[in-house]
């Protein structure tokens, strides 16, 4: 270990992130950072405007790459655990002038995903404690606001109280999600309605596979929990591909039970197809589908927050950004990135609800979250297939073993080819189905980008190497180090 590296190690146990997950709290971040219920609720109307029944078979196409991504973020995490995960990634196999990119494209994917959350919760929480009730958009804000700081009491507090409070959230979802399949299933044949899939709409497929960017995502958070993992270099990646593969099994059942059990028609739009849904199938019992949907939302909430959080922490702490991002506070968790997050969050919300001639802007920008996450994995799929053709081999300190990743190889390529014909295809299509300016928000948000790129490459930084050690192995090497230095002490 050279001399850099032995001061990164020194200061990381010093300064860094609590190790303190084991696999057991890993799963259940995986699966509830997804928020299926949340997604289906929040997609499903427009999925069904869009493309209707197609929509299933889009969502399937983009199901795909984003499998083979939770394989490839498995791979990379075994070579490289790091906070920053995919923008450290790309740093260590490609170079720091595609990682900064990479930066702005993985800081505008999480941020955007965020107020589209926090917005719905309120109203989740207006519908279940006064329903029909058209409230203020102060009390709107004012709920927000509420769920805004709940989500930040458990990543203020540290790993631990997270992972606590997830797993509870985590079962009363996976309760609802298997009680919502049972219902729909027995209620088959007395609410079913005609299955009409009509013309094949390409343009609406291919807006489809984008917006499931949305809700096929947030299973990558264990690799952004790498440095909080106890095992970094085992257990990271593992419960990723498991929420991968559960989050397209509940699509596959929750979308065709609610498609086949509400008029196409009604779901079309609407902001709450769930809530139509439940209304069909178990009439004047609407806080059975609105607390576990409120549940979900909240629990999107503060594990989406946590994989931006994680990120911007990585970036300050090499001083990509201003170093604030990089500090921690005594339970070792990144605050003031938490803290300025959510104030930007909250200043977003407050723009959309009050000014009016803000909110349509800001709703198209929040639109583009579903392009900016597919990017981010486009960009990932990139890394990898550099990594395992030529990337390797300028860092000797890393060992691959070709035979065993050619099929990965092959994968990465096609998730490449798939990921980018989507990307492209979203110009063509987006403008009729989001909005006419769709295109020149998002090219402009690209172009800001390059801007971020060269400003941050005029920065002084350096890319920090977390070495992936056991919590155990770590405690062990304080406790060597400590002897040690007693041992010296006495000596002198």
């Known amino acids: 270990m050279n001399e850099e590296s032995a001061g990164n190690s020194v200061a990381h146990q010093k300064h860094g992130l ?22 289906v609720a929040a997609t499903g109307g427009v999925l069904a405007a869009v493309a209707g029944w197609w929509s299933l078979p889009a969502i399937i196409i983009l199901a795909i790459p984003f499998i083979i991504s939770s394989f490839v973020f498995r791979m990379l995490n075994r070579h490289f655990p790091h906070s920053g995960a995919s923008y450290h990634w790309s740093a260590r ?17 999480y941020f955007t995903s965020i107020p589209p959350i926090a917005i719905p919760a309120a109203q989740y929480t207006l519908s279940l404690v006064a329903p029909g009730y058209h409230a203020p958009a102060v009390l709107t804000m004012s709920i927000a606001i509420f769920w805004i700081c709940f989500a930040a009491v458990p990543l203020l507090l540290g790993a631990r109280p997270t992972a606590i409070i997830t797993k509870i959230f985590f079962v009363v979802e996976m309760i609802s999600l298997v009680s919502f399949g049972v219902i729909g299933l027995i209620k088959i044949h007395s609410a079913a309605v005609p299955v009409h899939f009509g013309p094949l709409p390409i343009g609406g ?123 921690t506070n005594s339970h070792q968790v990144p605050y003031a990135a938490t803290l300025i997050v959510f104030a930007a969050v909250v200043a977003v919300v407050a723009m959309q609800l009050f000014i009016s001639s803000l909110s349509a802007f800001f709703t198209l920008v929040l639109s583009s979250a579903g ?122």
Not at 244 to 267: D, Q, R
Not at 278 to 300: H, N, Y
Request: net charge positive; glycine share 6%; with cysteine.
């Open 18 to 39: 609590r190790q303190v997950f084991s696999l057991a709290d890993l799963f259940p971040l995986s699966v509830s950072s997804v928020g299926p219920i949340f997604s």
């Open 205 to 327: 497929m291919m807006i489809a596979a984008v917006i499931a960017a949305t809700i096929l995502d947030g299973w990558e958070i264990d690799s952004y929990a790498s440095e909080e993992s106890q095992r970094p270099r085992r257990d990271p990646g593992k419960s990723g591909i498991i929420g991968a593969f559960l989050a397209l099994a509940f699509y596959v059942i929750l979308y065709p039970l609610m498609f086949a059990e509400t008029p196409m028609h009604t779901l079309a739009g609407s902001s709450d197809p769930l809530a139509l849904w439940a209304a069909r199938i178990i009439p004047g019992q609407s806080w059975v589908i609105l607390i576990p949907i409120l549940l979900s939302t909240a629990g999107g909430l503060w594990l989406t927050t946590y994989i931006l959080t994680r990120a911007l922490y990585a970036m300050g702490r090499e001083n990509l950004i201003p170093k604030t991002f990089g500090r």
């Open 371 to 492: 392009f900016f996450l597919l990017a981010e994995f486009f960009l990932d799929s990139l890394t990898a297939v550099v990594f395992l053709t030529v990337g390797h081999r300028r860092l000797p300190d890393v060992q691959i073993f070709s035979h065993q990743h050619k099929w990965l190889l092959v994968a990465s390529i096609s998730s490449s080819i798939i990921m980018g014909f989507l990307l492209v295809a979203f110009f063509f299509y987006a403008p009729k189905a989001i909005g006419s300016q769709i295109d020149i928000v998002v090219l402009s948000l690209l172009g800001i980008g390059a801007v971020f790129a060269w400003l941050t490459g005029k920065r002084r930084h350096n890319t920090y190497t977390f070495h992936g050690n056991d919590a155990q192995a770590n405690s062990v090497a304080k406790m060597t180090h400590r002897v040690a230095c007693n041992v010296t002490d006495q000596t002198r």
């Open 93 to 109: 196999v490609i170079g720091r002038t595609v990682s900064r990119y990479q930066a702005w494209i993985l800081i505008l994917a």
